[in-house]
Each structure stands twice: as C-alpha cells, then as structure tokens.
C-alpha cells in the first residue's frame, strides 16, 4: 500500500462544552477521492477547516505526507498544497474571471500581491507564467466564454466554477470540496462530477469531498467516511457503507 497523502489522527474539536468532532482517524491515499458524510450538525464542515487550517484541533493532529500541518495558518497549508475551496470571500468582485484566477497564482508562489501590483523584474516573469496557467485552468472549467466578465456579474453557477478556479490556481495536491453540488440541478451535479473526476484523472489531485447528494457520493466516491455526533461510525467503499447498518441507524434516526 502506498504511503497516505493526508492522516487525520485522533482529532478532537470541542467549541465549550460541545464536542464537534471526537477522537476522528482516517487516512486519505494520494489521487483518492474521499467523501465525509453524515447528518446535519455532525461535524464534517469542523473536520475540513481543521485539516485546512481554518480552526486548530483541541486535541488530536493532522498530518500531510508525513508532516504536521494542524496549528499552521490556512494560507501556509494551502502554500504546501491542502486547499479548501468555494470560499467566495477569496473573489475580487471589481475584477475579471481570468484577472481573479491569475491574482490567486500568487497565494502559492514567492511573488507577493505587492509584486503583482507593482511590477518587479521576477514579478513580471512570474506573471507570464501564472497568465498561461491561469488560461489553461480557465480551458479545463470551460469558463472560457466567461474570461473577460466582471465577477460581480456572475450568477452562482459560474461564481462557484470560478472559486474552483481560484482553488486550482495554487496548484494544490488536496483539494476539500465542502457541498459543491448544494443548490445544482441534475445536469449541473453531473458536469460537476465529472470535473471532479477529471481533477483525479487528468491533474493527479487527491480529493475530499463533503456532501449530501447520496447518488453523486456513491457515483464519485472511492471511500467514503460517516460521521455522526462528531464521532467517525464507519469507512469503506460505497458499498460497504451503503450496507452498513450504523450509517442506515443514523440517517433513518435523523
Ligand atoms: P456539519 O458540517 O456536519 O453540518 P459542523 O461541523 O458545521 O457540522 O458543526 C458541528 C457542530 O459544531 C454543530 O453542532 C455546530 O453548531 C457546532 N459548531 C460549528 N462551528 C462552531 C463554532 N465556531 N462555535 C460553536 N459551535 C460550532
Ligand atoms: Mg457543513
């Protein structure tokens, strides 16, 4: 078996006297695409901001290829390639698509924001290069008819292509999609699952997915993990969870 790309170990999150996820250990292989379900209020959105960084464990570690990245910044994980998207905060309104996704190049590299804006010598390398890649991100999210609009004029179907966008754009080796499929319709879930697979397929990313559209979790999925009350009740393939008589017990008990 190869070597996890991430290992959630005994991680704990108590908010006052509210235990949001209990003692929860898992490991993700590289270019897995895992799913965390569970019910409403079971601690799956806690979960993700810890392995991003977002909120600290109070107890408990996360760690990527082999190195502890709980208690670092999001802004440092992400830098080392764990990146949680459809963070709409992170979109410059008064931008274009394409100058949003090349401005999100910088999070990953060197180059400050301050060299984007103002323009060294290695800035204005640099910003060839992350203009060709922001292109080629652009082609594969099919966003390209939408390149040059405002990103204050987006409705939200595109406003969330662009938050993968922006995701993709510091090149990530994890990516943490928390309900990307919340408010599609059929046809949209299902180009979204498909662009999920081809982030596997084609770039090579390991995937964590949170949502509760269960047929795109069974289509999508290579394991999956539920919780329920913050505490991890089981882990296996779609089959095995979908036969597994605890995670029947807490959707039916929901
Ligand atoms: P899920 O994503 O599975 O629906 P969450 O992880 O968002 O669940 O929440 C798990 C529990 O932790 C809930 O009871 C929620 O109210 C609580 N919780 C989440 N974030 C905070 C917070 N910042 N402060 C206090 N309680 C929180
Ligand atoms: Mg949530």
Do not use: W
Not at 27 to 47: F, H, M, Y
Not at 62 to 74: A, E, N, Q
Not at 81 to 94: A, C, D, P, Y
Not at 225 to 250: D, Y
């Amino acid at each position: 078996m190869t070597a996890p790309i991430l290992q959630i170990k005994g991680v704990t999150k108590r908010f006052g006297g509210l235990t949001a996820n209990s003692e929860i250990s898992f490991d993700v292989a590289p270019r897995e695409i895992l799913s965390v379900i569970g019910p409403n209020g079971a601690g799956k959105s806690t979960l993700f901001k810890q392995i991003a960084g977002f909120i600290n464990p109070t107890s408990g570690e996360v760690l990527f290829k082999g190195s502890r990245i709980s208690g670092l910044p999001p802004h440092k994980v992400a830098r080392l390639g764990v990146v949680r998207t459809f963070q709409e905060t992170t979109i410059f309104r008064s931008m274009t698509v394409r100058e949003n996704v090349v401005v999100a190049h910088h999070l990953r590299s060197k180059a400050s924001l301050l060299g984007f804006f103002f323009g060294s010598g290695q800035a204005r390398t640099d910003e060839a290069e992350f203009a060709r890649s922001a292109d080629d991100i652009i082609d594969f999210l099919g966003l390209q008819s939408i390149r040059n609009e405002m990103a204050s004029n987006l409705p939200q179907g595109h406003l969330r292509a662009l938050g993968m966008a922006i995701g993709l754009a510091t090149h990530p080796e994890v990516i943490l999609l928390d309900e990307p499929f919340a408010g599609m319709n059929h046809d949209e879930t299902m180009r979204m699952v498909a662009l999920v697979r081809r982030l596997r397929d084609e770039r090579g990313l390991t995937v964590l997915l949170v949502e509760h559209d269960m047929p795109a979790v069974m289509k999508i999925s290579d394991r999956i993990v539920c919780i329920n009350f913050g505490e991890k009740i089981a882990e296996g393939t779609p089959s095995e969870i979908q036969a597994n008589p605890r995670v029947i017990e807490a959707y039916l008990g929901s």
